[in-house]
Structures are given as structure tokens and as C-alpha cells.
């Protein structure tokens, strides 16, 4: 096998679940919005789109949690404890999980609700905003943080 080949398939899967999960998720919150702003017919479509996007979001969640795992066990023994991007990382990670977890709850709490009651899109928007926050804040830390350990021997 070329030498850097699992890290570089790691860093693939990890880069693939990011844009997976985060995209998925933020569109999950977007469709509840649209839902909560247009009372009709449309509803049970746009809870069930929301669905569909959640697995997505939840397969990207796999790939991105496992790679980075694998990425982590992949540093020099003792790194980790001094390398505090990656605890704010970590830190933020969680949030998204929560985020997630709440997104999940209003989708199943709205779409047994009836086509014309009257809902608030505040919830849905918030997760969706900070989301889009988070997002930012990670994959900044990521690229505007030292030291990084990981090499690919084409790089
Ligand atoms: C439990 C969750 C996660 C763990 C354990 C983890 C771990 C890691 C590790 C160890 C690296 C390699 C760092 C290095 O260069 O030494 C990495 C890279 C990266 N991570 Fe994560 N990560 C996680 C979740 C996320 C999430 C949620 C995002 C984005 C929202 C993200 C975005 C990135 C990006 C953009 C890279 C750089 C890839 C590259 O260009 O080399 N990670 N991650």
C-alpha cells in the first residue's frame, strides 16, 4: 500500500462527513423553518424532507466522528493534552452534537402537528444560525491553529 494511503482515506472520510453532516443538518433546519413559516398541504413534506436530510446528517456524523477518532489515535503519544485548538475543537463538536440532538427533537415534535397550526420559526432559525456558527468557528480553528501533526507523504 502507498505509504500516507489510511491517512489520507481517513482525512477523505472526515472531509466527506464534515460536508455531509453540516450541510445536511443545516438543511434539516432550513426545511423547518419553511415548515413552521407555511401552514397547508406542504407540511408533512417538508417534516418527511427533514427526515430524509437528518439520516444524511447522521451518516455524515459516522464518517466524522470515526475518522476523526482515528486521526486523533494517529498523534504522537502525550500531544494531546497540551494541544488546546483541539480541546476548543472537541468542545465546539459537542455543541453541533447538541444542536443536532435539538434539531432531531422539534422534527419529531412538529411533524405530528396539524397542517394549519400555527407555529414560530424562532427555534428552527436559532439552530440553524448557530449551526452555520459553529461551522465556522471549527473549521477555523482547524486551519488557523498550531501545531498539526498529521502529515501525507505527497504533501
Ligand atoms: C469527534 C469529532 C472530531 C475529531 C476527533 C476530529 C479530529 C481531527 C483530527 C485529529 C484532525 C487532524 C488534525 C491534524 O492536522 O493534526 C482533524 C482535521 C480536520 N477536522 Fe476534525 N475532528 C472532529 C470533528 C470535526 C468537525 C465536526 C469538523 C467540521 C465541522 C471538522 C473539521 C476538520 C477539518 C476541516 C480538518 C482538516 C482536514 C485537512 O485539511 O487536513 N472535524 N480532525
Known amino acids: 500500500m502507498m505509504p500516507g494511503m489510511n491517512l489520507g482515506l481517513s482525512l477523505l472520510l472526515h472531509v466527506v462527513g464534515v460536508v455531509l453532516w453540516m450541510g445536511s443538518l443545516m438543511a434539516m433546519s432550513r426545511a423547518l423553518v419553511l415548515l413552521a413559516k407555511r401552514p397547508g398541504p406542504g ?16 451518516l455524515g456524523l459516522v464518517l466524522t ?14 500531544v494531546f493534552k497540551n494541544t488546546r485548538w483541539m480541546h476548543h475543537k472537541l468542545t465546539a463538536v459537542i455543541a453541533v452534537v447538541v444542536v443536532h440532538v435539538l434539531t432531531i427533537r422539534l422534527q419529531r415534535k412538529w411533524r405530528s402537528l396539524g397542517e394549519n397550526d400555527a407555529l414560530r420559526p424562532g427555534p428552527a432559525s436559532a439552530l ?28
Open 128 to 155: 440553524h444560525g448557530i449551526a452555520g456558527l459553529l461551522l465556522f468557528a471549527i473549521v477555523g480553528l482547524v486551519y488557523f491553529s498550531l501545531p498539526h501533526f498529521l502529515h501525507i507523504p505527497t504533501m
Open 43 to 58: 407540511r408533512p413534506v417538508l417534516a418527511e424532507l427533514a427526515g430524509r436530510l437528518n439520516i444524511m446528517a447522521l
Open 65 to 78: 466522528v470515526g475518522s476523526g477518532l482515528y486521526q486523533l489515535m494517529l498523534w504522537p503519544a502525550g
